[in-house]
């Protein structure tokens, strides 16, 4: 009996060994990788943004010290095509390119970012409430 049980564990032990080993080999088919039209590796855009601040202003360049080119209230939907990270003192600043009512540049912490534009919509319309 110790005899066949012994032999029942080695026969299974080669069975799932020589599987594993086939299962390795077998090659698939590889379909490329397409990124959906509007994802953000497409550069169409990133995403949409609705600023969380009371206001805040768009500026020309991504710096402190560019010119404002106008602001933007609490709630407001905005169109996100480019991010940029600038080198200050006290580390690095995420920003952030829109374009919609205004194109200009805005820093990335006076916003929440949504994927989708539905989801920027909802939570802009939360914010006006």
């Known amino acids: 009996m ?7 564990f080695g026969q299974l032990f080669l069975f ?15 379909s490329p990788l ?5 994802s953000p590796l497409s550069q169409d ?3 949409y943004g609705v600023i969380t601040n009371s206001f805040t202003h768009v500026t020309a360049d991504p710096s402190e ?18 991010r940029q990270a ?5 580390g690095f ?4 390119l829109i374009e919609d009512l205004q194109h200009g540049w805005l820093k990335e912490e006076v916003m929440d970012i949504y994927s ?3 989801q920027a919509k909802t939570a802009s319309e939360l914010m006006a409430r």
């Open 2 to 8: 110790r005899i066949t049980v012994k032999n029942s």
């Open 16 to 30: 799932l060994c020589i599987y594993t080993l086939c299962s390795c080999l077998v090659k698939k088919e590889e």
């Open 34 to 38: 397409l990124p959906p039209e509007t």
């Open 45 to 47: 855009y990133i995403g």
């Open 65 to 82: 010290d560019s010119p404002s080119q106008g602001y933007l209230r609490r709630g407001s939907l905005v169109r996100i095509i480019r």
């Open 86 to 90: 600038v080198k200050t003192p006290g």
């Open 93 to 96: 600043v995420s920003w952030v």
């Open 116 to 118: 989708s534009e539905s």
